[in-house]
């Protein structure tokens, strides 16, 4: 994927460049603008299953992951192909690599795009914090394949790389991505399910690898505008 992502840091646009023939997929809605040189196809986001596996494989993803229920292909029908995408939330757009034996595990709707070659699947979280972990609950996305995939973040993305000497606590609501190579364990911050601090659920990181972590949280956004959303009350 040849691609480059703005400077503007807090509304940052990823704009595309594809040669003919040449497919990547994007999250569904996230398309801006392309230049009439790009074809563009929705699907079912099934990883490739068809008819009655594929319908329940979409839906299963889309309500264990936040993503959504369809996936959009785009194809250069030129070498001069280019197409702008950006994501529904404010913040930084950062790229992975992926390669055999290279994989992340990304957290509720951090996926953006992908080479043709990429996908994601769902795996199923350490049972420990399973029933109460966010959006997904049971389940995280896996990446899998090779070549380029673009996450985005609420705010800026702070990299911390574990060295395997030392744990890393991150509350759940603040984690974009990590490295398949980490261990990691989602539990209560304190008392059931945070109460005692305010905190919630955090996540317990130890091994080797990276970790990406937002620096704001849609969930802490949400607790402070609604107090002042109407309700049945007035």
């Known amino acids: 994927m040849h691609y480059q992502i703005t400077a503007n840091q807090t509304f940052p ?8 023939n040449e497919s990547i997929q994007i999250e569904s809605g996230s398309m801006i603008y392309h230049n009439g040189q790009v074809a ?8 490739g299953k ?5 319908l329940l494989s979409a839906l299963g993803r889309s309500v264990t992951s936040g993503e959504s ?19 529904g939330n404010p ?11 290279q994989q ?4 509720t709707s951090a996926y953006l795009a992908g080479d043709a070659t990429t996908s994601y699947t769902m795996v199923r979280q350490n049972i420990s914090g399973a029933f ?5 609950g049971l389940f995280v996305m896996e990446t899998k394949g090779y070549g380029t995939m673009l996450v985005s973040a609420y705010g800026d993305i702070l990299e911390v790389e574990l060295d395997g000497q030392q744990e890393y606590v991150v509350d759940n609501s603040h ?9 990691y364990n989602i539990e209560p911050a304190s008392g059931f399910i945070g109460f005692k601090t305010g905190e919630g659920l955090v996540n317990h990181f130890s091994g080797r690898g990276k970790i990406l972590i937002q620096t704001r949280s849609i969930e802490a956004l949400a607790s402070l505008v609604a107090p002042f959303l109407p309700n049945k009350d007035n």
């Open 13 to 20: 646009v990823v704009e595309i460049y594809l040669t003919q």
């Open 40 to 47: 563009l196809e929705g699907h079912m986001n099934s990883n």
């Open 50 to 54: 068809k008819g009655m596996g594929g």
């Open 69 to 87: 229920f369809f996936i959009t292909t785009a194809t250069g029908q030129t070498d001069q192909a280019t197409l702008g995408i950006a994501p």
């Open 91 to 101: 913040g930084v757009i950062r790229a992975l690599e992926l390669e055999p034996g």
């Open 104 to 107: 992340w595990r990304l957290n």
């Open 132 to 136: 109460f972990g966010g959006t997904g």
């Open 175 to 183: 984690v974009v991505a990590w490295q398949e190579s980490l261990n």
